[in-house]
C-alpha cells in the first residue's frame, strides 16, 4: 500500500492550508488515518486521526483550528488547517493503520512563514 501526500509547502501566518494523502495499491480496509508531524530536533507527534466511522482525536496544539475528514470512497484523508503558525512548521507524515498492518506517506514539508 502507498500513501501519496500533497498540499505542503511556504504558508503565511494566519493563512490556511489543506493536505490531502491517498492510499493506493492494495486491498485493504481503514481502521484509521491520519496525520502526524516532526519539526526539526523535535520528535514525531500526532496532528489528528480519523477512524473510518468518522471519530476523530486532535492535538491540543492544533484543536479548534484544523480539521481532519475522510473520504472512505477514495482512501484519502485532509487535513485542513486555518490559521497556521510559525510552530506548526514540520514534515507532515500520513498514517495509515488497517487491520493487519500501518503505513506511513514519504512526508510533505510545512513551512509558515511570511
Known amino acids: 500500500v502507498q500513501l501519496q501526500a500533497s498540499g505542503g509547502g511556504l504558508v503565511q501566518p494566519g493563512g490556511s492550508l489543506r493536505l490531502s494523502c491517498a492510499a493506493s495499491?492494495?486491498?485493504?480496509?481503514?481502521?484509521?488515518m491520519g496525520w502526524y508531524r516532526q519539526a526539526p530536533g523535535k520528535q514525531r507527534e500526532l496532528v489528528a486521526t480519523?477512524?473510518?466511522?468518522?471519530?476523530?482525536n486532535y492535538a491540543d496544539s492544533v484543536q479548534g483550528r484544523s480539521t481532519i475528514s475522510l473520504d472512505n470512497a477514495k482512501n484519502t484523508v485532509y487535513l485542513q488547517m486555518n490559521s497556521p503558525k510559525p510552530e506548526d512548521t514540520a514534515v507532515y507524515y500520513c498514517?495509515?493503520?488497517?487491520?493487519?498492518?500501518?503505513?506511513w506517506g514519504q512526508g510533505t514539508l510545512v513551512t509558515v512563514s511570511s
Open positions: 498514517n495509515l493503520r488497517a487491520t493487519t498492518f500501518v503505513s
Open positions: 495499491g492494495g486491498i485493504f480496509s481503514i481502521n484509521v
Open positions: 480519523i477512524t473510518r466511522g468518522g471519530v476523530t
